[in-house]
């Protein structure tokens, strides 16, 4: 035993052929090659392993927010390219100009200073076609002249609901496009590829979808779970009927209960909406929580597990669109708000 090695009493396992599995769905639904957003560490699960994954199951294409985010993930495998969306900023220049990375440009002042730092360098370019969030207005493509553009691009405001503004969007996107020259078009998210194939162009950038959320309808039961959270048990004990546990006293035994506290809590991103609602699993036993999460720890009624004790491991009920509608988090924040304290471990 490597004594230099720190335990750690909380894993995310990782499933790596169900992560492969849905970009491969997604790439067949949105009829173009699928590239892969990797931003906030690979949506919580570690952006370098779903980049070698990924990568070696052919994607070439990966989308950080930032120039440091595109630091630490570190060369890329051969054959793929890295862009960043947050495009050039006035501290960016130097990072922007060692070529790590490709920058998505998203307003007038980056179009400028990307043709000042890098002339005649490709770039990806960003066009607002309705969410006003980053990108250039359509009256502003004039502004993209002399620009090497490799993929242009814009974001769909509202493609997991059926809203009118999808296929203004896309009307938007296919004039911006006819109207500059690019070697690539690309429109759409995890919920844009469900719109179908008229959205896909040439590529597109799922995020969500690719670690086991389910943007919309098209895509349930094809999405499979990648994450799922594992907590150790740090003490078995038995609550008297009557007495209460966890903060508050929110939860009383009505009868002589066993309980079992884990070594996870709400600093770790298992927040507090799950308090009557999250549950361990123990093969197919379900173990139910018991009164508040607290920062560090939760209780499960692990009546129905006579043999668990310390030590021992539970994996927490982590499906994301099921964790979504029981706490009213969105899928997004289930991920990425898993904390620093899991050991991520690939599967």
Known sequence: ????????????RLDSEALVANWRWLQRMGGAPAGAAVKADGYGLGARGV???LAAAGCRDFFVSS???AKTLGPLPAGTRLAVLHGVGPADEAAAARGIAVPVLNSAEQVARWKR????????VMVDTGMNRLGLRPDEIGLLDGLTIDTLMSHLASADEDSALNRVQLDRFRAVAAAVPAARRSLANSAGICLGPDYGF???RPGLALYGGTPRAEAESRIAQVAFPEAEVVQRRIVKAGEAIGYGATWTAS???EAAILNIGYADG???CFTGKGAARVGEARLPLIGRVSMDLVAIDCSAMPGLREGDWVGLEYDLPAASSATGLSQYELLTGLGDRFERRWT
């Open 270 to 272: 298992y927040l507090r």
């Open 202 to 204: 040439d590529l597109t």
């Open 117 to 124: 730092i890098a002339p005649g360098e490709p770039c990806d």
């Open 255 to 257: 009868a002589d209960t």
């Open 67 to 69: 120039w440091a985010e």
């Open 1 to 12: 035993m490597n004594s230099n090695v720190t335990h750690r009493a909380l894993r995310l």
């Open 51 to 53: 980049v070698e994954r």
